[in-house]
């Protein structure tokens, strides 16, 4: 006992030591070393596991991971002095090896009480290694022994005592299995037979109850087990008994037949029930977990090659037999069904509407491409809809409905023709229902597949649907030609023209465009009568962001779709939105009039149609707004607000018909009569007048860019979302609805977008009125929800059931104060937030206006007037933490903790660059207004500041005139009056403020009006009145010219001014801001903050004006405070008679890569200098990289990161803020006045927009799709053209040193359909920098798909960009290190120079390692810059540079220390092996002394070339794969080797990392090598003769050969000519050899091709091929 423990003990700590790396593991304070409480060292201490949360399988894996057996007991202990590591340990019961560390872990990492531990205890354990197994057969002569084989009672050996096993739980042959595959049988052959071979003995424990295997279990009480040990309810009547396969013995092999669903069976069928013939009856099979495992073994045992399908729930008919067998789990491998596992023999829980059925794979039936069709029962006979069927294993069958939505009918459509569709249908409507299978059932499209069996499924024939569930659709009539609409106009016949392409809607410039045009747009809209073509944006203009597809179109007028006319490349244009083109259309006659009845105005009513002469109505099927929009504008509105589904209108009267039901539109059609149903006659039976439908149109189109709220939720932070449009709340439809839309939502709530989650089926209950918006789908990053794509406004095919909500994450909020630094003013100053007990700062890394303005509303303050960086108020001490960076803002947030933010503490910053903000400052007296509970400026609910606190106004008396008063104080001209809290309810702890306020309209104040008193009220914050202001007066000014007539364009809104961003901006702009400022014209309209950047807001951005409009604000552009810029991007003005004044300093880059790059250098007094990186920074290297013309700087380098430079110093403490326009406007000590050296000098790396690069979809980093990013967005490369070259310059520009391939057609997988294809037709030569310098197409001009996305495979060996030499050795493997870098070579300190470093130089110049690491100049001292000291190698890097010196610091050595090496003399030692000579064989390489092989992916004769040149030879005649000489032992060196034939050695080309492979030895490579041609003498010339495209023989003739008679020259021109001749052919058929030369000398004939040699007359080995 004492020998096991001291083992155990040691097993334990070994176990221990092997998993240190990871979380040590203890049992503490048992009695011995097998128990105790279960502890792991975390964090510098160790602590338990919560036992709540820590299972009996987790107890089971313990053990086993601690190196013992099995779990004996698993307890609970409470803890007092134990902290609490770890919250939750999930196992799953089928982890991997037993391995603790495999399980799903939950750390508590906050301090020891705040844990999430239910029952305040830890988990304990009792493990054991006392244990064994046996089976018990007893004997019926009672004077013998009982005995044990392959068959008897089950017992376990635990606590010193054999007991046994109960089978009150259904024991399985699973079960069964592992106990004889423990006991080293096979198999096992039954499941349950318990009593068979007695019971236990009555003072037996019975040890484990209700037992359950997986199967892969490797014992016993691996398994899962009910109470543990010993804890049983069970009597030895229940013991289980198991009979194993005898060691030599296998599982009969039962006759298996398949059935039709009419009994009859045949020996060639090849489909139907499955049938198995046990005990001398057949029976069937439960498809309990019937897979196409199983489904292949019964195909294979029956003849056939496997099985297409596995079918269930009765899919040929209903057995009436016994059903034999359950739960069947096959591996594919069996003979026979009945070797698989099984529930044993007719142990089940089914019935035979569960029996089990196949198709299999015969030889002789072609299964072809699944077809779809639809059917239907229609009068008119439309393909358009119907039930949808598909064609499988040679017959029609249906699919289940179940799952069944939009984005699967859509495939369906597109599959069959159509652009979309306009309905999916999830049960039988078609008046009949389907027969033969069901399918296809649970059908998942995300609707981009081209074919339904592209979709997820089960398989085919898995339902248990009925066809009462058969799906169907309704597709839309359209093509897949882009589609077009008509907007802005007062009716359905007018309007903007706009054309959706590539999933945007854009419009079409006017440059060419006329009656023609117009009428191919009208009848693409079903519109017969004659068109207007009209230019100019006589009905509004495109959105600023939206997309001008098409110019100079030129129709005939007789074309279908305006696609089809011609017109420049999509996109290809220089129009502005002004030029946008419209028409206005005409119909001759409604083929189907409708009209609204009894409503209560011209705008609703019951529907009614005139069909056949007779007017009737329309029953509510399906009849949703999308139908009731055609409807609409049929009738001459803009669309429906609302449909109601039943008799919401007076009934019809008895006599008038129920015209149609079913009726479905796509949202397109030109009038009612273009939709599906309303020409064919679907039975109205179903229907009476209570199901007749009303609709309500809209006189004009609504505003969706209204408040929104949540309703319903437990917190204010979720609930369902609920939109304001026409003074009418509505809710959402979750069509499409996800995390992204629920992140738009949440941002403008003012909550953080972070973490939000998408809440579908009224998760949060069903609202009522209108639901507003479908179909929504936002990318996350937008700041309302009117900014995402939707439907139209009520355009929707959706029911309450479907409202959408949503569950916003709010972070816990902080406090936040102001540092002033001047005390008279209390509205400015350092930003500081109190976290974790502590006041801390914010570091200006994305700091700008809108964080500024969270901040100053946080703070109670109107607005902010400037956002500050570089510590502009100071910087803090260096003990204060700086707790936030790269914060982001939208700017409605209620906290800067809900913006987008770095973690708590996670930063790069100094105290120097601290932010600050400077807020609006109004006194008391002016009582300010604000707007909150909108993200649209000019909205909101209105509050006061009053006493030093913001509070509301009682809507009591609230109307249009007290709005206009509150609106032109805010800035605006007119204004509108809400109410009844539209805008939300404010804190329940705020002020109501006012309260039965009157106005008479020429206050100037709101304050000037009468009210009851400040804080005199009867109201609630559920009457807290709003308003919606529109035509803001907008001051302008210029700003920072040299005169009066230049400068930045900045205007003033909500009392601040802003700037305008360059977006679009033009001459037309221009002129528009110069006559507003009283001068005649504009000059220039300059961009890129020509005349400084600005501060605080950008206000406008996209401005598009036609050049007569009277103000700015007149133009078109973004909502105002909507941008994506920058203030480098702010637009400036030059207007008539302005000055211009040029002049900046000159600056330049040296030293980098590339020109994005370098050392800044300045010209001063004709002399160029460099810049000390005292104080130099980002904002700094901002400057310098604008001035450059880049976009900004990503990085500023500091110590000479790019060499040291020469001349002057001229610049020293530089101190940018970030938004000048020439380095010598910031802050700098004076010209020529550092105290630094060139060690110091300052470098910048500069953001170039479009040089990103990355591979997506490998399994490692150096392989995948190609990706750019350019305009903002990721997108692929097409495979035209794309070869080697291409790949081998991204793999560079990604750093590694070269491609080992360039595939095509999506290997990787697809990307995104919704992402650009940027570039096509690359074409580079190899040498390039970078992709983008290569040929291409231009940026998105591409005809292709994402199937043809590129990729790259590259070497994971980097690109060494420092090379190194050695020098004064006596030969080339030895001499003092020197490496190039910075343009200049240089030496090695020798400080801490070793034998890791020395193998790293000697295996980077193709040695195979180092012999010494010599010090102390041992070959003489070097010349020039000491480049490293203390290399720090740990011998396995490809090359110094990776061993992460500090490259070009100084040294503090002289070259009398210069580090050297003796290299080992040999390169990578190979050898050829197996072949019938020296000069062929298998490749095998010497590597950590040891032989090994290399694998043939990849391998060629450019690589054997260089494998045979290693060995002496001239080159490789042959590239051998697939182990031609045999195969290799050992290791696999090398795999995807790829050289392109000039490399000295193997590992000078690009390969995996060393033994890193996917081979075996059957792909062992090899070569035949020629030999090396000897070096000829000078007077011979070779004659070349050139190979010509026939078959005609050329003779060459042979000048100066030497040493030959007559005979050999005779023989000599014979066999150059049947050499040319063959040549000749075999350039006519492959265009190999171009050349062939001959030369002779030394009395021996030598003949070469542009391949290599052909024949050498001193070579014994190489005869004359004539047929290679």
Request: net charge negative; aromatic share 10%; hydrophobic share 35%.
């Amino acid at each position: 006992m004492l020998l096991r423990i001291a083992l155990a003990v040691a097993l334990v700590h070994l176990v221990q030591a092997a998993v240190s790396e990871r979380y040590p593991l203890r049992l503490h304070g048992g009695e011995d070393n097998y128990e105790g409480e279960v502890q792991v060292y975390l964090n510098g201490r160790w602590g338990g596991f919560c036992a709540s949360r820590f299972s009996l399988t987790s107890a089971k894996v313990l053990c086993k991971t601690l190196g013992f057996k099995v779990l004996e007991q698993f307890y609970s202990i409470n803890y007092t002095n134990t902290s609490v590591a770890v919250d939750s340990l999930y196992c799953a019961t089928s982890t991997s090896n037993y391995d603790l560390y495999n399980c799903s872990w939950n750390f508590h990492y906050d301090n020891e009480t705040n844990h999430r531990c239910d029952n305040n205890a830890t988990a304990g354990v009792v493990c054991s290694d006392d244990y064994a197994i046996r089976l018990l057969q007893l004997q019926t002569d009672q004077s013998q022994p009982d005995y044990h084989l392959y068959e008897g009672r089950l017992e376990v050996y635990h606590s010193g005592r054999w007991g046994t096993v109960c089978n009150s739980y259904r024991w399985s042959l699973v079960n069964s299995r592992v106990v004889c595959q423990e006991l080293g049988y096979p198999d096992a052959r039954t499941g349950s037979d318990y009593l068979s071979y007695g019971s236990g003995s009555s003072d037996q424990p019975i040890w484990l109850e209700n037992v359950y295997c997986r199967g892969n279990e490797e014992s016993i009480v691996d398994c899962y087990y009910y109470r543990g040990w010993g804890s049983q309810n069970c009597r030895h009547n229940h013991d289980v008994g198991v009979s194993c396969l005898d060691r030599n013995e296998t599982l009969e092999v039962f006759k298996v037949r398949l059935v039709d669903q009419y009994g009859n069976t045949s020996d060639d069928r090849w489909s139907g029930r499955v049938e198995i013939l046990y005990n001398g009856t057949w029976g069937t099979i439960c498809d309990d977990g019937w897979g196409i495992e199983d489904a292949n073994v019964v195909c294979r045992q029956l003849g056939f090659r496997g099985a297409l399908s596995p079918l269930s729930q009765g899919a040929y008919g209903q057995g009436n037999a016994t059903i034999w067998i359950d739960d069947v789990l096959c591996t594919g491998s069996e003979e026979g069904i009945s070797q698989c596992l099984h529930s044993g023999w007719g142990i089940h829980n089914c019935g035979h509407y569960e029996d089990a059925a196949v198709v299999c794979d015969n030889p002789n039936i072609t299964v072809a491409p699944v077809e779809v069709r639809l059917v239907n029962q229609t009068s008119d006979g439309s393909d358009l809809a119907g039930r949808v069927e598909v064609y499988y294993a040679g017959e029609w069958g249906t699919i289940c409905g179940r799952s069944w939505d939009l984005a699967d009918a859509n495939v369906v459509c597109r599959q069959l023709g159509y652009a979309h569709a306009i309905r999916a249908l999830s049960y039988a409507i078609f008046q009949s229902r389907g027969t033969g299978p069901i399918w296809m059932d649970y059908v998942g499209c995300n609707g981009t597949e081209a074919r339904i069996d592209d979709c997820d499924f089960p398989g085919f024939g898995i339902s248990s649907c009925s066809h009462y569930q058969d799906a169907g659709v309704v597709c839309a009539n359209l093509s897949v030609k882009a589609r077009v609409r008509l907007s802005g106009g007062s009716s359905p016949l007018e309007g903007l023209v706009e054309v959706y392409h590539e999933d945007k809607w854009g419009t079409i410039c006017n440059s060419g465009w006329g009656v023609d045009d117009a009428t191919v747009v009208c009848h693409q809209l079903g519109f017969d009568g004659d068109a207007v073509a009209l230019s100019n944006s006589v009905f509004g203009t495109g959105s600023p962001s939206a997309p001008i597809w098409l110019t100079n179109v030129g129709c005939i007028g007789t074309e279908d779709y305006i696609e089809d006319c011609p017109h420049n490349n999509w996109s290809a244009n220089n129009c502005h939105h002004y030029q946008d083109v419209a028409v206005v259309c005409s119909i001759s006659n409604f083929s189907v009039p409708v009209r609204l009845m009894d409503g209560n105005s011209s705008l609703d009513g019951r529907i009614e149609v005139l069909k056949g002469g007779v007017w009737g109505t329309i029953c509510d099927y399906y009849f949703s707004t999308v139908e009731g929009s055609v409807v609409c504008r049929q009738l001459g509105f803009y669309g429906a607000q609302q449909t109601f589904n039943y008799a919401r209108y007076p009934l019809a009267t008895n006599n008038t018909p129920i015209a149609l039901s079913f009726v479905f539109c796509s949202g397109d059609e030109a009038q009612f009569g273009d939709c599906y149903g309303v020409q064919s006659s679907f039975s109205t039976v179903y229907c009476s007048h209570t199901d007749d439908v009303g609709v309500v149109c809209l006189e004009s189109e609504p505003n969706i860019n209204g408040p929104i709220r949540l309703i319903n939720g437990t917190t204010e932070y979720e609930g369902r979302v609920e939109i304001l449009v026409n003074g009418q709340w509505g809710t959402i439809c979750d069509d499409f609805w996800s995390d992204a839309d629920a992140s738009v939502v949440c941002r403008q709530l003012g909550y953080s977008a972070e973490g939000a989650v998408a809440r579908q089926r009224a998760y949060f209950g069903q609202g009522t009125g209108p639901i507003i918006l479908d179909d929504v789908v936002c990318n996350g990053t937008e700041a309302t929800l009117a900014d995402c794509n939707s439907n139209p406004a009520y355009s929707h095919n959706c029911y309450h059931y479907e409202d959408a909500g949503v569950h916003c994450l709010q972070e816990p909020d902080v406090p936040i104060r102001l540092m002033i630094v001047n005390q008279s003013s209390t509205n400015e100053g350092r930003v500081e937030v109190y976290y974790n007990g502590t006041w801390g700062t914010i570091c200006d890394d994305s700091w700008g206006y809108n964080e500024a303005l969270v901040i100053c509303h946080k703070l109670g303050f109107i607005s902010a007037v400037q956002a500050f960086g570089r510590a502009h108020f100071g910087p803090a001490n260096n003990s204060v933490p700086i707790w936030l960076d790269e914060v982001e803002c939208v700017g409605t947030e209620r906290s800067i903790v809900n913006c987008i933010h770095s973690n708590w503490t996670v930063h790069n910053c100094h105290h120097n660059e601290d932010a600050g903000v400077a807020c609006t400052n109004y006194t008391q007296d002016e009582y300010p207004l604000r707007l909150r509970g909108s993200a649209t400026p000019g909205q909101g609910r209105l509050e006061v500041f009053y006493n030093g606190q913001w509070g509301t106004v009682c809507d009591d008396d609230w109307g249009q005139t007290e709005a206009r008063v509150a609106c032109r104080e805010l800035g605006y001209q007119e204004g509108r009056a809400v109410q009844e809290a539209e805008f939300g309810e404010a804190d329940r702890d705020a002020p109501i403020w006012l309260d039965q306020v009157s106005c008479d309209g020429s206050e100037e104040f709101l304050s000037e009006c009468s009210f009851d008193g400040w804080g005199d009220h009867n109201c609630h914050h559920f009457e807290d009145a709003g308003v919606i202001c529109s035509d803001p007066v907008m001051p302008i000014r210029l700003v920072g010219g040299n005169n009066v007539s230049s400068g930045r364009v900045e205007v003033f809104f909500n009392f601040t001014w802003g700037t305008v961003c360059d977006d679009q901006w033009d001459i037309q702009d221009a002129n528009v801001v110069c006559r507003q400022l009283g001068f005649s014209a504009a000059e220039k309209s300059p961009s890129f903050a020509q005349f400084g950047a600005g501060s605080g807001p950008i206000w406008l951005d996209d401005v598009a004006c036609r050049g007569t409009e009277e103000s700015l604000y007149q133009c078109s552009s973004n909502t105002i405070g909507v941008h994506n810029c920058r203030h480098y991007e702010d637009a400036g003005v030059v207007c008539t008679n302005a000055t211009e004044s040029y002049g900046p300093s000159k600056i330049r880059l040296s030293g980098g890569r590339n020109s994005s790059e370098g050392r800044v250098e300045i010209l001063h007094n004709g002399v160029w200098g460099t810049v000390c990186d005292d104080r130099w920074d980002i904002s700094d290297a901002n400057v310098v990289c604008r001035q450059l013309n880049f976009e900004s700087a990503y990085e500023a380098v500091r110590y000479a990161g790019f060499g040291i430079g020469d001349g002057p110093i001229w610049l020293d403490n530089v101190n940018c803020y970030g938004s000048e326009t020439d380095i010598t406007e910031c802050a700098f000590v004076g010209w020529n006045s550092s105290d630094c050296v060139h060690g110091e000098d300052a470098g910048v790396r500069c953001y170039v927009p479009f040089e990103y690069i990355r591979l997506v979809g490998g399994n490692s980093p150096t392989e995948g799709r190609v990706e750019v990013y350019h305009n903002g967005q990721w997108g692929t490369v097409c495979d035209d053209e794309w070869d080697i070259n291409d790949a081998t310059v991204v793999c560079r520009q990604l750093g590694y040193r070269r491609a080992l391939g360039a595939p095509q057609f999506s290997v990787f997988g697809e990307a995104d359909p919704m992402s650009r294809i940027w570039l096509t037709k690359v074409g580079c030569d190899g040498t390039e920098d970078s992709l983008f310098t290569c040929d291409f197409t231009g940026w998105g001009t591409d005809s292709c798909f994402h199937s043809e996305d590129a990729s790259a495979i590259c070497t994971d060996i980097p690109e060494d960009h420092n090379p190194i030499r050695l020098l004064g050795g006596k030969d080339e493997s030895e001499g003092r290190v020197e490496i190039f870098y910075n343009s200049e070579w240089g030496t090695i300190c020798d400080k801490g120079w070793d034998i890791n470093d020395a193998n790293v130089a000697c295996r980077s110049l193709g040695y195979p390692g180092a012999v010494s690491a010599l010090n102390g100049s041992a070959y003489g001292g070097g010349h020039g810059q000491g480049w490293l000291s203390y290399v720090g190698c740990a011998g396995t890097e490809a090359f110094l540079a990776l061993c992460d010196p500090n490259w070009g610091k100084a040294t503090n050595c002289d070259h009398s220390r210069d580090a050297s090496v003796v290299c080992k003399k040999e390169k990578w030692p190979i050898r050829l092996v197996g072949g019938t000579s020296s000069m062929e064989g298998r490749v095998e390489i010497l590597y950590n002394g040891q032989w090994g092989t290399i694998c043939d992916d990849l391998w060629n004769i450019k690589s054997a070339d260089v494998a045979c040149q290693m060995l002496g030879f001239g080159g490789a005649s042959s590239a051998w794969n697939e182990s031609h000489f045999g195969g290799g032992s050992g290791m696999i060196w090398l795999d995807d080797v790829y050289c392109n034939g000039t490399e000295a050695s193997l590992y000078e080309c690009g390969h995996s990392t060393w033994g890193v492979h996917n081979c075996k030895h059957d792909e062992d490579v090899g070569v035949t090598c020629f030999a090396a041609k000897p070096t000829p003498t000078p007077t011979p010339s070779p004659t070349s003769i050139k190979g010509e495209q026939s078959d005609k023989s050329h003779v060459g003739v042979i000048a100066g050969a030497a040493g030959g008679g007559a005979v050999l020259l005779l023989i000599i021109i014979v066999i150059v000519g049947i050499v040319t001749w063959q040549c000749g052919k075999r350039a006519a058929r492959n265009k190999l050899y171009s050349t062939v030369s001959m030369t002779s000398g030394d009395d021996n004939v030598h003949i070469t091709s542009d391949e290599g040699p052909l024949y050498s007359d001193d070579n014994d080995d190489m005869p004359l091929d004539l047929n290679s």
